[in-house]
Nanobody, 131 residues
Framework: QVQLVESGGGSVQAGGSLRLSCAAS????????MGWFRQRPGKEREGVAA????????YYAASVKGRFTISRDNAKNTMYLQMNSLKPGDTAMYYC????????????????????????WGQGTQVTVSS
């Protein structure tokens, strides 16, 4: 059984940083599609960033580009999201997702955005940014 577990969320002031982790078990995403998504209060879930875990190709939503960095440690079967210069608008529940597809970062991002029930998803970790 595949399981994705997020950690690293918390409360931080604007301008601060957090690093989210997504640990996978039951399947090794060594050359596949993984991503981070978030759901802000009162909003639909939206894509944040995605990565091809083999080649490392990445894609970011415009709202986080330059502030967030997605990465992957295949030896640990873990994906990360380094979030810098956090803003109150980044407050959300953050979810990680993985799929067996071998898509580039941008195609991975589009796939999960269009198919929110596909793939494997974690339970989420809350990020709260105060002003």
């Amino acid at each position: 059984q595949v399981q994705l577990v997020e950690s690293g969320g918390g409360s931080v002031q604007a301008g601060g940083s957090l690093r989210l982790s997504c640990a996978a078990s039951g399947y090794t995403y060594s050359s596949n599609c993984m991503g981070w998504f978030r759901q802000r209060p009162g909003k639909e879930r939206e894509g944040v960033a995605a990565i091809h875990t083999g080649g490392g190709n990445t894609y970011y939503a415009a709202s986080v580009k330059g502030r967030f960095t997605i990465s992957r440690d295949n030896a640990k079967n873990t994906m990360y999201l380094q979030m810098n210069s956090l803003k109150p608008g980044d407050t959300a529940m953050y979810y990680c997702a993985g799929d067996r597809l071998s898509y580039s970062g941008s195609l991975c991002f589009d796939f999960f955005s269009a198919n929110p029930r596909s793939g494997d998803w974690g339970q989420g970790t809350q990020v709260t940014v105060s002003s």
